[in-house]
T-cell receptor
Framework: QKEVEQNSGPLSVPEGAIASLNCTYSDRGSQSFFWYRQYSGKSPELIMFIYSNGDKEDGRFTAQLNKASQYVSLLIRDSQPSDSATYLCAVAGNTPLVFGKGTRLSVIA | GAGVSQSPRYKVAKRGQDVALRCDPISGHVSLFWYQQALGQGPEFLTYFQNEAQLDKSGLPSDRFFAERPEGSVSTLKIQRTQQEDSAVYLC??????????????FGQGTRLTVV
């Protein structure tokens, strides 16, 4: 059973702070790593993807991948109340996307 | 179209009824995925198509679930003899990448199925 583990939260951070979301995965054959944001009652929206070890930055978002530790994270700088949502980590390799259960982020104004 | 379109958005079915859920992917997208999302959970993989070929149906929970994509574009997920445990949001996603790895898959708004 290929698993993707996330802390369900809620993770509460004050507005303007850095939010750090973490994810571990079990399948060492995983090749592609994704972060989706899902607002309540809405569908998942792709915000970042990363394929290689290291960091990848896109605006306020930074994805970090460590394949040796089977760990992927998402940092959100200058958090805004509009960032409040559930963040889903997803992993793919020889199988289609496997999702974690998501971490609920609450940014407090 | 501009995005992945699913219909209906909401469906209430009586237990035992058959339902059909439609997905219209982004034009030109080769890969199409169906996921089931229960309340408070992440999406669970159901099945994957590359064009019209169903290459992976390992996630379908029972033989009551059937999916097709006959012309490599629109897909239909059919659930026969619905049960209460089938109540969930059914999400469709498509990707231009032919890999099952789901590179940059984009989701539709989902169909919320409630079985009563």
């Amino acid at each position: 059973q290929k698993e993707v583990e996330q802390n369900s939260g809620p993770l509460s951070v004050p507005e303007g702070a850095i939010a750090s979301l973490n994810c571990t995965y079990s399948d060492r054959g995983s090749q592609s790593f994704f972060w989706y944001r899902q607002y309540s009652g809405k569908s998942p929206e792709l915000i970042m993807f990363i394929y290689s070890n290291g960091d990848k930055e896109d605006g306020r978002f930074t994805a970090q991948l460590n394949k040796a530790s089977q760990y992927v994270s998402l940092l959100i700088r200058d958090s805004q109340p509009s960032d409040s949502a559930t963040y889903l980590c997803a992993v793919a390799g020889n199988t289609p996307l496997v999702f974690g259960k998501g971490t609920r982020l609450s940014v407090i104004a | 179209g501009a995005g992945v379109s699913q219909s209906p958005r909401y469906k209430v079915a009586k237990r035992g009824q058959d339902v059909a859920l439609r997905c219209d992917p982004i034009s030109g997208h080769v890969s199409l995925f169906w996921y089931q999302q229960a309340l408070g959970q992440g999406p669970e993989f159901l099945t994957y198509f590359q064009n019209e070929a169903q290459l992976d149906k390992s996630g379908l929970p029972s033989d009551r679930f059937f999916a097709e994509r006959p012309e490599g574009s629109v897909s239909t997920l059919k659930i026969q003899r619905t049960q209460q445990e089938d109540s969930a949001v059914y999400l469709c996603a498509s990707s231009v990448n032919p890999s099952r790895a789901g590179t940059e898959a984009f989701f539709g708004q989902g169909t919320r199925l409630t079985v009563v």
